[in-house]
């Protein structure tokens, strides 16, 4: 099975919602968008007023990692002032930096709204990735 079938399947079997643990404490809450059986994507409670992240987010991660000689990717960060795509720690290579010029059509320079947290704990949770400090690897 794919990594991708890996986290659909992950996602279909949430009863409602579930409660995955942040590492400096507490816990997020994921809710999957399934509409006619298909994941749509989830919505997760700790993005403020864009707590929607669509699958393709997690399409487009998977395929940045899967196309690296080592299954890994930086995290990239968005979270300070003057961090905008491009800027050395928001590399286009990054997953943070690679979602926001793939799925969202952000250009160099703009800025970039944070949603590596729930990308990396979701996959964590799933068990398609190992989510290490400052990298992403999926796992066999």
Do not use: W
């Not at 899967?66 to 002032?81: H, I, R, V, Y």
């Not at 961090?83 to 010029?101: D, F, R, T």
């Not at 969202?104 to 990396?120: D, H, S």
């Amino acid at each position: 099975m794919n990594h991708l079938q890996e986290l659909k399947n992950y996602l279909l079997n949430i009863n409602g919602n579930t409660e995955i643990e942040l590492q400096g404490g507490g816990a997020m809450t994921v809710t999957p968008v399934i509409c006619d059986g298909k994941i749509l994507g989830v919505n997760v409670n700790n993005l403020g007023n864009y707590p929607f992240l669509p699958i393709d987010v997690f399409v487009a991660t998977i395929s940045l990692l899967s196309l690296s000689d080592d299954n890994q990717a930086k995290k990239g960060t968005a979270n300070g002032a003057n961090i905008g795509l491009g800027h050395e720690l928001l590399p286009l290579n990054s997953i943070e930096g690679h979602v926001a010029k793939v799925v969202y059509g952000k250009n160099i320079g703009e800025a970039v709204l944070q949603r590596i947290v729930p990308i990396c704990r979701i996959l964590g949770s799933a068990e398609v990735c190992e989510n290490g400090r400052g990298f992403l690897r999926l796992l066999p």
